[in-house]
């Protein structure tokens, strides 16, 4: 070997070795991405998720209300129903057409730039659902409802691939969780601010929807000044030096070369640098089964029956035997152990795990759906199982929370590489929606013909998303892009790259006498 490649290999370890050790503490300036990105994106999703819950009847007399002073008469009750039940379930169809838009607008203005455009859906709903009763238009309400959906879809896509992006991997999974923390306390928000002695009132409840705009301003207050994505900027826009400056603020360290390396390595071993669109991602073998695990991961993230929980808290504790005065108090507690789960599993995720998290949370779900089963079959036998019910709800939350709340999001950043980034979170999204709307058509009808064993569904579908995740998912803590790829090759059938060959392709990127990533070799690869 000649003496220059002996002192790259030499690089090489040195790097490897500052790789494990010495880490980087967490800067003011990626703290502040997470934060303000996760308010002004998961905060107004989670918020939207139990804002409609306090007001409801509020809302339904202002329809009537509107019904009689447009045609002289009191609206049906079948028509009132319908007009709430397209009120709620629109903000799922929202959340699709966002999902499914996120590709396009991210591949046109960055990461970054998505997450500030979003803001105008946000305040553009905020007009329209809270002016809807001065301007007697429940129309307004609804088509309020399905913008703040799609607002919702293209936040749930581009705020967890923009954190990914910018986050060094030894904390990729705790500054993940910010996308569920701020959900469940967004969840939370507006559930304290739905009670009777703040907003939940017939004079006050448009104000509910006007606080929307709260969270939206200040994301656009302080996003502006906060760096894009280095990984976009260098992969996607070819601007190394906008790159090489992003990972200086976000790491707060002037040497980033080795950063700049990785991502270079990573786009050597893509086949295609341009954004890969659906159709190209599904043909691909070489992700099929990264494919398969989030459309899994998602389709369970919705169908495990925590949205069943949200949507039907009230009938459940009142047919567990709570008086109904007392009822906004016992919601609101929910969301207090969802937002408390939801920061906990954001301190251990580093140290446990991902894969480990998401089996003990669909496992836990699958025992305590389970035992409230069995609670609502005996609550009229004895006077305390109602106490165990709400218990066990209390459990499933705190259970969903703890893995299956946030990861979903985190895995599908995680387990592709930069080019099908896009195309896999628009899949992702595309089911994650179908899955929220088909939960809240289907539920009623299958608690009708079930009763109480309605759960039981659900665990079926958290035993086998366990058994599926434990078979084939990877862990990917503290793993590159590059790796976690690497690590489906054998079930995907491609061939794993030799030793040699990621030498190779490490030393092919050199620094030039400026300090400069430079690529010197064109390789090919197969994985």
């Known amino acids: 070997m000649d003496k220059p490649q002996k002192d790259d ?3 090489h370890k040195m790097s490897e070795s500052g790789k494990n050790s010495g880490k980087q503490p967490i800067t003011a300036c990626l703290l502040s991405a997470a934060f303000f990105g996760a308010l002004g994106s998961s905060f107004i999703y989670g918020y939207n998720l139990s804002v409609v819950n306090a007001p409801a009847v509020y809302i339904k007399a202002f329809y009537n209300k509107t019904w009689i002073e447009r045609y002289g008469e009191p609206i049906g009750a079948e028509t009132v129903t319908l007009l709430w039940s397209v009120t709620v379930s629109i903000f799922a169809i929202g959340g699709l057409l966002g999902a499914l838009s996120v590709t396009f607008i991210i591949k046109v203005l960055g990461r970054k730039g998505t997450l500030l455009l979003n803001n105008g859906f946000a305040i553009i709903a905020v007009l329209l659902l809270s002016l809807g009763e001065k301007a007697k238009s429940f129309e307004m309400l609804i088509i309020g409802r399905f913008v703040i959906g799609v607002d919702s879809g293209i936040a749930l896509s581009a705020l967890p691939m923009y954190l990914g992006e910018i986050t060094p991997r030894h904390i990729r999974g705790s500054i993940g969780q910010f996308n569920s923390i701020l959900i469940c306390f967004g969840v939370f928000t507006g559930q304290v601010l739905g009670l009777p002695e703040l907003l939940g009132q017939e004079s006050r409840w448009n104000y509910l929807f006007g606080f929307l705009a709260l969270p939206a301003i200040l994301q656009l207050c302080v996003l502006p000044f906060l760096p894009e994505s280095p990984r976009y900027l260098l992969m996607e826009r070819r601007d190394e030096a906008g790159a090489e400056r992003a990972f200086q603020r976000f790491l707060g360290k002037t040497d980033v070369s080795q950063e700049l390396e990785e991502v270079h390595a990573e786009a050597r071993a893509q086949d295609n640098l341009h954004t890969a669109s659906v159709l190209q991602l599904m043909r691909n073998p070489a992700v099929r089964w990264q494919l398969i695990t989030i459309i899994v991961i998602m389709a369970c993230y919705q169908l495990c029956g925590l949205n069943a929980i949200w949507y039907y808290t009230n009938g459940i504790l009142q047919e567990a035997g709570f008086a109904e005065d007392i009822l906004p108090y016992i ?17 251990v995720i580093e140290r446990i795990g991902r894969k480990p998290l998401l089996i003990f949370g669909f496992s836990a779900m699958a025992v305590f759906f389970s035992l409230l089963t069995v609670f609502l079959n005996f609550q009229d036998s004895v006077s305390w199982m109602p106490y165990l019910s709400y218990i066990s709800i209390l459990a499933v939350i705190a259970s969903f929370c703890s893995g299956p709340g946030g990861i979903p999001f985190i895995l599908t950043g995680e387990l592709f590489e930069q ?17 929220n709307f088909a939960v809240g058509l289907l539920f009623p009808f299958i608690q009708e013909s079930l009763q109480s064993f309605a759960f039981l569904v659900f665990v079926v579908v958290c035993t086998l998303g366990s058994i599926y995740l434990f078979l084939i998912l990877p862990e990917t803590k503290n793993k590159t892009f590059m790796d976690i790829s690497q690590s489906f090759a ?18 092919s990127i050199k620094p030039d006498v400026n300090g400069k990533v430079q690529n010197v070799v064109k390789m090919e690869s197969s994985f």
């Open 331 to 347: 919601t609101l507690s929910t969301g207090a152990i969802e937002t408390l789960s939801a920061i906990v599993s954001g301190l």
């Open 490 to 507: 054998k079930i995907n059938k491609i061939p794993v790259p030799s030793p040699g060959q990621e030498m190779e392709l490490v030393l």
């Open 419 to 435: 080019s099908y980034r896009p195309a896999a979170f628009m899949i992702a999204g595309t089911v994650n929606w179908l899955s």
């Open 9 to 11: 290999l030499d690089a």
